[in-house]
């Protein structure tokens, strides 16, 4: 089973940067596509950016430009840099397979880490 724990969150300005990091506790070579979600208040989770075990990438409209996603198989870590933020990319960050683990008969979910951007 694979354990995701993301970091690298905070409370940043608009126009600021960011990068996060989601660290794996197994191996995540075998896993082609690997993403980062996201969950502001009130709203979905969706998915913002995915990268395969190949380097192919993809952004969701909304980051596209700002964001760039990138993965370290050998240190089963994937980044998340974030620039040019805006306050509507305030959120709860997630990274994950895609589609996302199902684990123990569920999807499994780390627990995020916060995103704040505001002045």
């Known amino acids: 089973q694979v354990q995701l724990v993301e970091s690298g969150g905070g409370l940043v300005q608009p126009g600021g940067s960011l990068r996060l990091s989601c660290a794996a506790s197994g191996s995540i070579f075998s896993i082609n596509r690997m993403g980062w979600y996201r969950q502001a208040p009130g709203k979905q989770r969706e998915l913002v950016a995915t990268?395969?075990?190949?380097?192919?990438?993809n952004y969701a409209d909304s980051v596209k430009g700002r964001f760039s996603i990138s993965r370290d198989n050998a240190k089963n870590t994937v980044y998340l840099q974030m620039n040019s933020l805006k306050p509507e990319d305030t959120a709860v960050y997630y990274c994950?397979?895609?589609?996302?683990?199902?684990?123990?008969?569920?999807?499994?979910w780390g627990k995020g880490t916060l995103v704040t951007v505001s002045s």
């Open positions: 990268i395969t075990k190949s380097g192919s990438v």
């Open positions: 994950n397979a895609d589609p996302p683990l199902w684990q123990n008969g569920m999807y499994y």
